[in-house]
């Protein structure tokens, strides 16, 4: 679904949401969950791009929700892929993940993506801007794309509300809440969640 000009909402990515910018040159921002490939392949053909046309795929972070289809969609696109520095020990299996997610990643089979690239602050990837916003996962980052903010999960919305994403899942929920903070100084009109529908911005984000 289009959700704003050159930006796609891929809805069938259910559970965990993908978006589609179309931006400098096209990007995949997260692969949802484990075995949605398909689904998530099938959506892209009915916007007319092909899994070759897509340059990057940007990890928010190493949840298994969101990098369940990279290794997947990146065998097929030929993208690079990206992902934070600190949280690539875990993509790769080279660390447990911390906390309760250990046990969220041995009950949920995923296949191990191999991540091309890491993000160096202040840098853009096909015109998105990659926002450092640790907290729910040590290198989790935000991006920011015109006028929209794709928070990954930082925050998530609720009946249209934007809450910040639970802090059981949290690595870290006081560091979470700072980022939650400086994002709120940034300028954008939409937050596009992995984890809820597109909003528009409240004045209490
Ligand atoms: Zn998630």
Redesign the pocket.
């Given at each position: 679904m289009q959700i704003a000009k050159n930006v796609h909402w891929i809805t069938r990515a259910k559970g965990?949401y993908v978006y589609l910018v179309l931006g400098d040159e096209p990007v995949l921002i997260d692969t949802g969950m484990p075995n949605r490939g398909p689904d998530i392949l099938e959506e892209l053909r009915e916007l007319g791009i092909r899994p070759q046309d897509i340059a990057h795929i940007v990890l928010t972070h190493h949840?298994v929700?969101?990098i369940g289809n990279a290794k997947h969609l990146k065998a097929l696109s030929g993208a690079t892929l990206w992902a934070p520095e600190r949280d690539v020990p875990y993509i790769h299996g080279a660390a447990p993940r911390p906390g309760i997610k250990r046990a969220i990643a041995s009950l949920v089979r995923h296949e191990r993506p191999e991540v091309d690239r890491i993000y160096q602050a202040g840098q853009t990837v096909g015109g998105l801007e990659v926002i450092e916003t640790p907290g729910h996962t040590p290198g989790h980052v935000s991006f920011r794309y015109q006028d929209i903010l794709f928070p990954g999960?930082l925050v998530m919305t609720r009946r249209g509300k934007i809450v910040p994403s639970p802090r059981f899942l949290a690595w870290d929920h006081r560091v979470l809440m700072q980022s939650i903070d400086s994002v709120r100084r940034l300028t954008f009109d939409w937050v596009c969640p992995?984890?809820g529908q597109p909003v528009r911005r409240t004045p209490l984000f």
């Open positions: 965990s949840d929700d969101h999960d992995a984890h």
